[in-house]
């Protein structure tokens, strides 16, 4: 008798074990997968602001940047030119139609890049940093392409060195094709 109860106890206990081996076993993928999603959407949002950073740095300069100093440097300080058009513009005229007729005025400013460009709390000194990496910093590259219609084409490219899933590399750009879209989109 005394046997038996150990031999059922012994049996409780392993489907007991086995019972959480299996739980596990479903919990880790779902686990994964939403720690994915929450890396994976700060990462894009930080690569968004990085093209957001080289578009404006390439209309104000003509190229694209591969250096992360000169790109927080240039959020930082430099600034933007807008036009702006001042007056009112009636539906049977065009503007240019308007501004001849002097409806309209044309007035040129500088707006700081940060200001107008990035929401209020943006640190420009972050925008290097992966998100949840501990420090590592996006790999950033920068160059021209000549496209199969022999046009050369100035290119950038913002990836993540370490990805969280080694299956999905997120990046911004391409230094293959004339392209300013992230492989997410």
């Known amino acids: 008798m005394k046997v038996e109860k150990i031999v059922k106890i012994v049996l409780l206990i392993g489907i007991f074990v086995l019972i959480i081996l299996i739980i596990n076993s479903v919990s880790k993928p779902i686990k994964f997968e939403k720690e994915k999603n929450k890396r994976y959407a700060a990462i894009i949002s930080q690569l968004k602001l990085i093209r957001t950073a080289e578009l404006a740095f390439y209309d104000k300069y003509g190229y ?19 036009i702006k058009s001042i007056g009112f513009v009636p539906d049977t005229l065009t503007e240019e139609q308007a501004l001849k007729m002097k409806l309209i005025i044309r007035d040129t400013i500088k707006v700081a890049v ?3 460009l990035f929401p209020k709390n943006f640190v420009p000194d972050s925008l290097k940093y992966v998100p949840y990496s501990g420090g590592l910093i996006f790999n950033l590259k920068a160059g021209e392409i000549t496209t199969q219609s022999k046009v050369k084409v100035k290119v950038f490219e913002a990836s993540d060195p370490k990805p969280f899933d080694p299956t999905f590399q997120l990046k911004v750009g391409s230094m293959e094709e004339p392209t300013t879209a992230g492989n997410w989109e």
């Not at 940047?65 to 807008?82: E, G, Q, Y």
């Open 64 to 82: 694209y940047t591969a250096n992360f100093d000169s790109l927080i440097n240039f959020i930082k300080t430099d600034s933007l030119v807008v």
């Open 114 to 116: 940060k200001d107008t």
